[in-house]
């Protein structure tokens, strides 16, 4: 006795649900890229061992090899301010973040004094400070 099939197998391949996935993992990839913030200001950081980064977003300064600051607030780009200038805007991210960190990305030829002056402001507002370096090799 012989048994009949009722329908045929098509041989072919749809493409089509392969190139939705291909889409749908470009896109997850592009929109995850731009969540990185790279420090836009090019410092010649020391180097330590690798530590834990915090939870919350910091606020960042960075003093350049020319002893200019930079401020950036949570994932905004950093912009110039004059060192005296430091101390308000610290004061005014507190009142609103009391929990905020403060990263300090200091080049490596900086006079130490200047990067005492970002300490000494931001110890005054009970920041929590963080020391930027580049990762040690080993």
């Not at 200001?41 to 020319?66: C, F, G, K, Y």
């Amino acid at each position: 006795m012989s048994l009949k099939r009722k329908t045929k197998v098509n041989p072919s391949f749809s493409m089509a649900s392969m190139t939705d996935v291909i889409f749908l993992l470009l896109i997850f990839f592009m929109v995850t890229s731009t969540l990185i913030v790279p420090n836009a200001i090019q410092v010649n950081l020391p180097s330590s061992e690798q530590q834990a980064p915090p939870q919350t977003p910091p606020v960042r300064i960075t003093v350049s090899h020319d002893e200019r600051f930079f401020i950036a607030f949570g994932n905004e780009k950093g912009n110039e301010v004059l060192r005296e200038e430091l101390q308000p805007l610290l004061q005014d991210y507190a009142a609103k973040n009391p929990e905020a960190y403060l990263a300090i990305y200091a080049d490596r030829d900086v006079v130490y004094d200047r990067v005492v002056d970002v300490i000494n402001a931001a110890a005054a507002l009970q920041y929590k400070i963080i020391l930027a370096t580049q990762a040690q090799n080993e």
